[in-house]
């Protein structure tokens, strides 16, 4: 995977945990070669990575980016604790870090939407489907009846 990422076949790529991961051009070109929409989960610099690559228009990558953020640090951390799966350690880390990410959504002009997720899907869905459906990708589907 080294070699890869080193000759520029990954769009975006991580370690965790000493764990590699990342997402292929090759694999978002096929994607969208067959019409269809990807849906990723990347950090802020995943989101960096990809939108420079979709400035090659050679790529022809359609890239859109939403944030997904609490509707406050306190509602934030009181989910985290009702989990009872982090640390203490852990549980301040996320919270350092959503507030990174919250003023990233808030500032970046690379994000060009950003929904608060309140305490279900439920409010979030529809505007997640909306975005995609109605307004970034509303060409793909116009004559079909896809859903998201």
């Given at each position: 995977m080294q070699?890869?990422?080193?000759?520029?076949?990954?769009?975006?790529?991580v370690s965790i945990h000493g764990n590699m991961y990342g997402t292929s051009l090759?694999?978002?070109?096929?994607?969208?070669?067959?019409?269809?929409?990807?849906?990723m989960d990347v950090d802020m610099h995943g989101v960096r990575?990809?939108?420079?690559?979709?400035e090659d228009p050679a790529l022809d990558?359609?890239?859109?980016?939403?944030?997904?953020?609490?509707?406050?640090?306190e509602e934030l951390e009181k989910r985290l604790r009702g989990?009872?799966?982090?640390?203490?350690?852990?549980?301040q880390m996320r919270l350092k870090q959503a507030v990174v990410e919250a003023?990233?959504?808030?500032?970046?002009?690379?994000?060009?939407?950003?929904i608060v997720n309140y305490d279900s899907w439920s409010h979030a869905y529809p505007i997640l489907r909306r975005l995609v459906t109605a307004q970034w990708f509303a060409s793909r589907f116009s004559s079909t009846n896809q859903d998201v």
């Open positions: 070699q890869d990422i080193a000759s520029g076949a990954f769009v975006e790529h090759r694999a978002l070109e096929d994607v969208n070669r067959e019409g269809k929409i990807v849906l990575s990809i939108k420079k690559a979709a990558l359609r890239v859109k980016c939403l944030g997904i953020i609490p509707p406050s640090l989990r009872g799966t982090e640390s203490e350690d852990q549980v003023e990233f959504c808030k500032e970046d002009a690379l994000v060009d939407a950003t």
